[in-house]
């Protein structure tokens, strides 16, 4: 599975921006996807993910009711909507997918996931 992010980009606080993760590959072996974000210095952290089928989603508190997950199964594409974004949304964002299917509560482990996009940066200014 190949995963291709992109969306990333400079917005102002309180603006929103959406990303978007093409899967390609044997995307079908990868029920569960996720986005997680890394700034420098500081380990990769969970932000969101979703489980296909059922649509199970699971947030960080620190972006839960701003952002939202979503998958497009006919496009193997998976979205994070980003909304009301604060200067701390700042980070290089990832997405990933799991080849098993995780339950609600494994969806937070990085080592979980084992396919990786190659991050795209969101910057968000004051």
């Known amino acids: 599975v190949q995963l291709q992010a992109s969306g990333g980009g400079v917005v102002q606080g309180g603006g929103s921006l959406r990303l978007s993760c093409v899967a390609s590959?044997?995307?079908?072996?990868?029920?569960?996807m996720g986005w997680f974000r890394q700034v420098p210095g500081k380990e990769r952290e969970f932000v969101a993910a979703?489980?296909?089928?059922?649509?199970?989603?699971v947030y960080a508190d620190s972006v839960k009711g701003r952002f939202t997950i979503s998958r497009d199964n006919a496009k193997n594409t998976v979205y994070l909507q980003m909304s009301t974004l604060k200067v701390e949304d700042t980070a290089v964002y990832y997405c990933?997918?799991?080849?098993?299917?995780?339950?609600?509560?494994?969806?937070?482990?990085?080592?979980?996931?084992?396919?990786w996009g190659q991050g795209t940066l969101v910057t968000v200014s004051s």
């Open positions: 979703i489980r296909w089928p059922g649509s199970s989603r």
């Open positions: 990933a997918a799991a080849e098993r299917s995780l339950i609600t509560s494994q969806f937070r482990i990085v080592a979980n996931y084992d396919y």
């Open positions: 590959g044997r995307t079908s072996s990868s029920p569960v």
